[in-house]
């Protein structure tokens, strides 16, 4: 079974986590929803989906998840797309804001421009040729020595691992690829 049996959590406050479900399932991995600290001591590593990652930190605070969530960052492997990458990195512009600080990177929100600017693309990565889906996507401007970038567009990395820590700008649950979410799987400590 892909994840070596783990059950993988998928933060399901807001944004497209149904999607991102149905890729672990095709990948063959357990999976559950969480939406409460007490969903969140069930699974052995996260999923943070793409969405508004100013309104995820709102109903974090709201629900009191926002600790218990750093706190599983830091100890445990989690894969972010789009608002999940700015809710992983260390530093968070235009404007700036609080997130987890568990990935060695700077993003700027928003920065392929406008929702009007969305776009679909063919990526060549190290775990091969994928289709990405950019939607108000965040830009990495700087990196840390730890990370390793797995994929780059326009000379801007837009797939970042960094240990146990894996960060896409783009949405890969919204094709019918999942290389990426087996790559994270095929990633998780045995």
Do not use: W
């Amino acid at each position: 079974m892909a994840g070596n049996g783990k059950v993988i959590g998928v933060l399901a406050l807001q944004g497209d986590f149904e999607k991102h479900q149905h890729a672990l399932e095709r990948a063959g991995a357990k999976h559950i929803q969480v939406r409460t600290a007490e969903q969140l001591a069930q699974v052995d590593a996260l999923v943070l989906p793409g969405g508004e990652s100013s309104t995820m930190l709102r109903l974090m605070e709201y629900f009191d998840l926002f600790a218990p969530l750093q706190h599983f960052c830091q100890q445990k492997p989690v894969f972010g797309t789009c608002a999940g990458a700015i809710l992983m990195a260390n530093e968070v512009t235009s404007p700036a804001q609080k997130s987890f600080g568990v990935l060695d990177i700077a993003v700027e929100r928003n920065g392929y421009g406008r929702q009007v600017d969305s776009r679909i693309i063919e990526l060549d990565s190290t775990i091969g040729k994928l289709e990405a889906v950019f939607i108000r996507a965040p830009i990495i401007r700087s990196i840390g020595p730890e990370v390793k970038v797995l994929a780059s567009y326009l000379d801007t990395p837009v797939l970042v691992q960094q240990g146990m820590h894996l960060a896409a700008t783009f949405h890969p649950e919204l094709t019918d690829d999942i290389q990426v979410h087996r790559h994270f799987l095929n990633s998780l400590p045995q």
